[in-house]
């Protein structure tokens, strides 16, 4: 009896230390499996058998320990040791390592989804990011705003040189300062002063059959400029050399028919030139001071322009400014100009303080758009604080009109911004293609009003022209940033992570995938770096953790407990042949 057990517990040790042995070389076989994991076998000893309980101390006795003899080994368990692996730089953007802990989230073609720390992924040919053996690799995406959705996982794909955006305008914002120590119009209009400036043409008159007072309805083709005929039927009338405020303005045409009012002319005149007209603009006519617009002078016979107030809106049509560039055979020939205007004798356009700026803004398909935004000191209190107007205007709007909106902003006593009225411009993109009309709200909270030089700038503006993707990096908390050509860089979607309570819990499936198993705890899915989840390593790849050294030893140490189990059994043998020969 006793020979066979030690028969039987000698062939224990070698399937034991044969098992260890299998766990070694899967161990040293993956030494170089990235994000692979090493085991460790464990024994413990099989039941024993007990010829004595051992028995408790007595007054005459000290007892006696219980007599047991052990059968043998076997195999207690396999430890995974879930600590980082080395991070080997690759240098290809693809290649994640994560450092901490979690594991990668992957779907297979059945649906089912796996778990693994091999971070070697690639793009296929849809850019989507998958796994060698073309698991795709799941995340969060984005909206069409590249907001990163949480809480849905997605296949992560990076378009390269596929995806092209654009973004609408919707808010601009400014900074900088407004000069408060200048004139106001409301107080230069008081004293008399002429605070808008204001043109007048030569003297014309009607030669058709309503003449010869001139009015809204008097035909372009009966102007008379005591020289003759201005216009006829054909010419085509050309804004030129405008100059506003210093700037000159954008060429404009108009094209004389026979039916051609001089109400019409005025009215594309006053809208070339951006003449803002609006309801809610002060009244100074009190102070003879006339309304901004281009209207027939009720003195004479002249066309009477008003522009709006400001330094940056004064006016100046030069003998270029207005001029035929296009004649008929019969008619007036190119070149010639059918309007001349000037200032009125003695005018003197008053001192008001004023700036100018300009801004780009995008529509709905992101062309561009120019915008111009003249700020004008309309009033002061006489307990402290200005009033400022802005007036935005943009050859860009689809009509005629350049006028796109104005409003007021005001200032306490002490230049710091209170509150702005009808901040919000309007832009016509008809036949662009974008949707219109398209609204911008202008921000100027963060200007100022001291006594100072002026200085405005925008600061920023929510939209972008259109641009392709060109390129990604992926950060240590697995957000895709990509970079389109047009300078900008917006998310593309966040590789996340998957924690378990018990990682030694995890089934391996090949693949270097793990999958739940009934003691692993359910995934919890984590962004990286955050709560108790690892952080990415871009462009990394983690090495497995087997300690070759230690496999080393372990391995002389397997090996040694083989051949000393196998001693055991020859050992019985060679008793057991000995006790044989007792009965020959």
């Known amino acids: 009896m006793g020979l066979t057990s030690a028969l ?28 692979f994991k090493a085991s460790k076998a464990g024994f413990q000893s099989q039941f024993s058998n007990t010829f004595s309980f051992g028995s408790a101390p007595t007054a005459t006795s000290g007892g006696s320990n219980p007599l047991q003899v052990g059968t043998g080994t076997m195999v207690g368990g396999v430890q995974r040791d879930f600590g980082d692996g080395a991070p080997e730089v690759t240098g290809i953007k693809t290649n994640l390592a994560i450092q901490g802990q979690g594991l990668f989230i992957v779907e297979r073609p059945d649906g089912s989804v796996g778990y693994s720390r091999d971070g070697n992924f690639q793009f296929n040919a849809e850019n989507y990011l998958i796994t060698s053996d073309g698991y795709f690799l799941q995340g969060f995406g984005v909206d069409s705003s590249f907001t990163i959705l949480e809480g849905t996982l997605t296949n992560l794909r990076i378009p390269i040189g596929e995806i092209t955006t654009a973004s609408t305008t919707t808010e601009a914002c400014f ?29 014309l008159t009607d030669t058709g059959a309503g003449g010869p007072l001139l009015t809204a309805g008097t035909l372009l083709t009966d102007l008379d400029n005591g020289s003759g005929p201005v216009v006829v039927d054909g010419n085509i009338i050309t804004l030129a050399e405008a100059v506003k405020g210093g700037q000159t303005l954008p060429e404009e ?7 051609s009012t001089l109400g019409e002319f005025l009215a594309w005149l006053e809208d070339v030139m951006g ?10 006519t009190a102070d003879g001071v006339p309304d901004p617009g281009i209207n027939i002078s009720a003195t004479n016979d002249s066309i009477e322009i008003v522009g709006n107030i400001g330094n940056h809106n004064a006016l100046d049509l030069g003998n270029q400014a207005i001029k035929i560039t296009k004649g008929t055979a019969a008619g007036i020939p190119g070149d010639s100009l059918p309007f001349t205007f000037t200032e009125p004798s003695g005018f003197s356009l008053a001192d008001v303080e004023s700036v100018r700026t300009s801004f780009r803004a995008y529509d709905s398909l992101g062309i561009p758009m120019d915008i111009d935004v003249t700020m004008v000191m309309e009033s002061k209190t006489a307990g402290g604080g200005i009033t400022w107007r802005y007036f935005a205007e943009s050859s860009d709007d689809s009509d005629a009109d350049r006028v796109v909106g104005t409003g007021t902003i005001s200032f306490d006593a002490n230049g710091n911004y209170l509150e702005g009225d009808n901040l919000s411009i309007t832009i016509d993109r008809e036949d662009s293609g974008a949707s219109t009309p398209q609204a911008i709200t202008l921000d100027f909270s963060r200007l100022d009003s001291y006594a100072m030089t002026n200085a405005i700038s925008l600061l920023s503006q929510d939209g972008f022209q259109a641009g392709t993707l060109q390129d990604y990096a ?5 957000v895709i940033v990509g970079s389109f050509d047009n300078g900008l860089t917006r998310e593309m979607g966040q590789v996340v992570l998957a924690t378990f309570r018990n990682y030694e819990g995890l089934v391996v499936q090949g693949d270097n995938l793990w999958t739940p198993g009934p003691n692993s705890g359910q995934a919890i899915i984590k962004k990286p770096s955050e709560l108790g989840a690892g952080s990415i390593s871009p462009a990394s790849l983690e090495l497995s953790n087997v300690d070759l050294s230690r496999e080393f030893i372990n391995l002389i140490i397997s090996s040694t407990g083989f051949s000393a189990s196998s001693r055991v059994i020859q050992t019985s043998d060679q008793l057991l042949n000995e006790l044989m020969l007792m009965t020959r």
């Not at 003449?275 to 100074?284: E, K």
């Not at 992926?474 to 697995?478: K, L, T, V």
């Open 253 to 259: 045409t108009f094209n004389v028919t026979a039916t």
């Open 8 to 35: 039987f517990a000698g062939l224990s040790g070698m399937k034991t230390n044969e098992f260890t042995m299998d766990v070694i070389g899967h161990n040293i076989a993956n030494v170089n499996t990235y994000g």
């Open 175 to 203: 900074s900088g300062n407004l000069n408060a120590d200048g004139n106001d119009a409301t107080e230069q209009a008081a004293a008399g002063n002429q605070v808008r400036p204001t043109l007048y043409s030569q003297t």
């Open 275 to 284: 003449i803002n007209t609006s309801s809610d603009l002060p009244d100074y």
């Open 474 to 478: 992926i950060g240590a908390d697995g």
